[in-house]
């Protein structure tokens, strides 16, 4: 007879995921993960296979959340600069409860040289929410005649590559002033 799990596949998940972004794919153990999770390492194998498949799950964890933080943060009755700011707010602002930066970010410098399989799912990520800042900008362009003079699809993607540049220099200043500056800059241009 099958034993039942005593423990919350999510709950742990998030714990591997936090593992993972804080100390990255190489230096996190097998037996970093068993202390971290607070589940034997059998049942880390039995339930999300080896250290490579956990961290691709921990992926779409981290994906899913900050998903669902930005649809909870981002109003349809903000403005595109407002939500586009809030978007920003979101990678910038310290949380004790979370390292520092981003997990897709930090996984695309250690690991998308050297895996396939990490570097197909960064890229799925960088699309996915390049795609929805463009979202942003089309939705905008109806109402704001700033934009209707720009190409949408260079301005996501300049936009983007500012999203995921200061989610680089968030991990490396405690310096909020010097980021929201950087924000407000970014975003002159609508």
């Not at 339930?47 to 669902?68: I, R």
């Not at 970010?105 to 890229?123: I, R």
Request: hydrophobic letters at 40%.
């Amino acid at each position: 007879m099958a034993r039942t799990k005593e423990f919350n596949e999510s709950v742990v998940l998030d714990k591997a995921m936090l593992t993972f972004w804080e100390q990255g794919y190489e230096k996190t153990s097998m037996q970093d993960l068993v202390d971290n999770m607070g589940i034997h390492r059998r049942s880390i194998y039995d339930t999300f296979g080896d250290k490579h498949a956990l961290f691709m799950k921990a992926l779409d964890q981290y994906e899913t959340e900050l998903e669902q933080e930005i649809s909870q943060r981002l109003k349809p009755t903000m403005s595109t600069k407002e939500k586009l700011e809030e978007l920003f707010s979101i990678v910038i602002q310290e949380n004790s409860d979370h390292p520092k930066g981003c997990l897709i970010v930090n996984t695309a410098t250690e690991l998308a040289l050297l895996d396939s399989e990490v570097t197909e799912k960064v890229q799925g990520a960088f699309s996915k929410s390049e795609n929805y800042i463009f979202q942003l900008l089309s939705e905008a362009e109806k109402n704001d005649i700033a934009l209707k003079e720009q190409n949408l699809h260079e301005l996501a993607s300049y936009l983007h590559n500012a999203w995921v540049g200061i989610r680089v220099l968030a991990k490396t200043t405690n310096d909020q002033k010097k980021l929201r500056s950087i924000v407000k800059v970014t975003l002159s241009i609508l």
